[in-house]
């Protein structure tokens, strides 16, 4: 869930772990935008310069490439920020961290088929069967790239839900049940998507998938009504929504998808 260190745990904790121990010598933390990216990295470097714990146990790891997008430690590991779509070419990091790659609101479905096929044929393609991948995010749509990861064959997954299955929230010290079930009060369709990984619930929504049928039958019956729906795009930005026009037919309970143009 949001709000339950997710972050904290895999982009900042984690990656300074797995450099001192030396379990990994090239460490990329991927985030919606560098800009997110780089902000784990400062943690990071913060810990490195003033957490005088750590500097007792590992000593000063600083070296001269210490930046806002990379540092390279003394044993030789080195830590990366990336945005999402960075090119692999020349690099050849044994771990790689995707944290929220999504950001806060569903890509248009050109974005996704872009994600889908930078994960699979960039990232993927450029790790070899030894490296580590790490994905940790929200579901934040039920067709959101970590909706759409679930299943996949060879990953071990984990879904966490703020409230267990009898109610009871997973982290009472940090986040008690009475504050989860206020939330959940005010706004139970957010409190679904933010903190139990269930966005849009089939039961809430306007239009069910159950509810969906492809092209069947086509071509559809003769129509009592006719009704065309226009979709403005807001922008010409490559992660905008196109215009999308439908005209579709009405036959008793049933509507009927008769032409698309987007």
């Known amino acids: 869930p949001r709000y339950f260190a997710k972050s904290k745990l895999f982009s900042q904790i984690y990656p300074i772990w797995a450099a001192v121990t030396q379990r990994k010598r090239d460490i990329v933390i991927v985030s919606a935008t560098e800009a997110i990216a780089k902000e784990q990295l400062m943690y990071i470097k913060q810990q490195f310069e003033g957490n005088q714990k750590l500097i007792a146990n590992v000593g000063d790891q600083r070296t001269d490439k210490w930046t806002e997008d990379e540092i390279r430690l003394k044993n030789g590991a080195r830590i990366r920020a990336k945005g999402r779509f960075f090119q692999l070419r020349g690099l050849h990091p044994d771990s790689v961290i995707l944290d929220d790659i999504e950001g806060d609101r569903l890509d248009s479905e050109l974005q996704q ?17 030894s490296d580590q991948c790490i994905v940790v995010g929200t579901v934040i749509h039920p067709n959101s790239f970590m909706r759409r990861f679930e299943g996949r064959l ?20 940090r986040w008690p049940t ?16 933010e903190y139990m990984n ?7 929504t306007l239009f069910r998938e159950e509810w969906l049928a492809l092209r069947v039958p086509f071509p559809p019956p003769k129509t009592e009504l006719v009704y065309t729906a226009v979709d403005p795009a807001i922008s010409k930005s490559d992660t905008a929504d196109e215009t999308a026009i439908v005209t579709f037919g009405v036959v008793g309970p049933n ?5 698309t143009k987007h």
Not at 198 to 204: A, D, K, M, T, V
Not at 255 to 259: D, W
Request: glycine share 6%; proline share 3%.
């Open 113 to 129: 088929d872009k994600l889908d096929d930078w994960f699979d044929t960039v990232l993927m393609g450029a790790l070899a069967p």
């Open 154 to 173: 060879g990953w071990i997954q984990r879904t966490y839900r703020a409230l267990d299955e009898q109610g009871r929230s997973i982290w009472e010290t």
């Open 255 to 259: 509507i009927y998808e008769l032409e």
């Open 178 to 193: 009475q504050t989860l079930l206020e939330i959940r009060s005010r706004n139970e369709m957010a409190f679904e998507q």
């Open 198 to 204: 269930n966005p849009l619930r089939s039961g809430e």
